[in-house]
T-cell receptor, first 112, second 114 residues
Framework: QKEVEQNSGPLSVPEGAIASLNCTYS??????FFWYRQYSGKSPELIMF????GDKEDGRFTAQLNKASQYVSLLIRDSQPSDSATYLC????????????FGKGTLLTVNP | GAVVSQHPSRVICKSGTSVKIECRSL??????MFWYRQFPKQSLMLMAT?????????EQGVEKDKFLINHASLTLSTLTVTSAHPEDSSFYIC??????????FGPGTRLLVL
């Protein structure tokens, strides 16, 4: 059973701080990793993806991947109240259809 | 780019009726479409994977005769919930893959079965 684990939170940070969201996965053969943001009552929206070990930056977001430790993280710099949402980590389960296995998500609250 | 739409956004129906939900990729051809269900405060649960012109592949525990999926074209997939019951009330979300690995999600359909 391929699993993706996230701390459910809630993670609470003050406005302007760095929010750090973590994710571990069980399938060592996983090749691609995704972070989605889901506001309450809405569907997920893609934030970024990462394939290679190391860091990948996109604006205020940085994804970090360590395949040896089977660990993915998302850093949000200068957190804003509008970043308050559930963040879903997803891992490509493999196969020709590229199914994603999702974690249960971490609820982030950014306090003004 | 990579916009996915769903229709309807919300539907209320009586127990025993069937409900059809449409998922469209608006600006790309979707190699594969996925159907998910999400209950309140729970994570996404993949129901099935569909490729254009092929039968859908259902996840374990999902009844294929109850959740009929048709993927008639590269831009349209439909999910029909047959003989819906209150326990089928949920948030149904589709996603589409454009040939790469990334999935783009539709806005979801909230189904309430009375």
């Amino acid at each position: 059973q391929k699993e993706v684990e996230q701390n459910s939170g809630p993670l609470s940070v003050p406005e302007g701080a760095i929010a750090s969201l973590n994710c571990t996965y069980s399938d060592r053969g996983s090749q691609s990793f995704f972070w989605y943001r889901q506001y309450s009552g809405k569907s997920p929206e893609l934030i970024m993806f990462i394939y290679s070990n190391g860091d990948k930056e996109d604006g205020r977001f940085t994804a970090q991947l360590n395949k040896a430790s089977q660990y993915v993280s998302l850093l949000i710099r200068d957190s804003q109240p509008s970043d308050s949402a559930t963040y879903l980590c997803a891992v490509n389960s493999g196969g020709s259809n590229y199914k994603l296995t999702f974690g249960k998500g971490t609820l982030l609250t950014v306090n003004p | 780019g990579a916009v996915v739409s769903q229709h309807p956004s919300r539907v209320i129906c009586k127990s025993g009726t069937s409900v059809k939900i449409e998922c469209r990729s608006l600006d790309f051809q979707a190699t594969t479409m996925f159907w998910y269900r999400q209950f309140p405060k729970q994570s996404l649960m993949l129901m099935a994977t569909s490729n254009e012109g092929s039968k859908a592949t259902y996840e374990q525990g999902v009844e294929k005769d109850k959740f009929l999926i048709n993927h008639a074209s590269l831009t349209l997939s439909t999910l029909t919930v047959t003989s819906a019951h209150p326990e089928d009330s949920s948030f149904y979300i589709c996603s589409a893959r454009n040939g790469e690995e990334t999935q783009y999600f539709g806005p979801g359909t909230r189904l309430l079965v009375l």
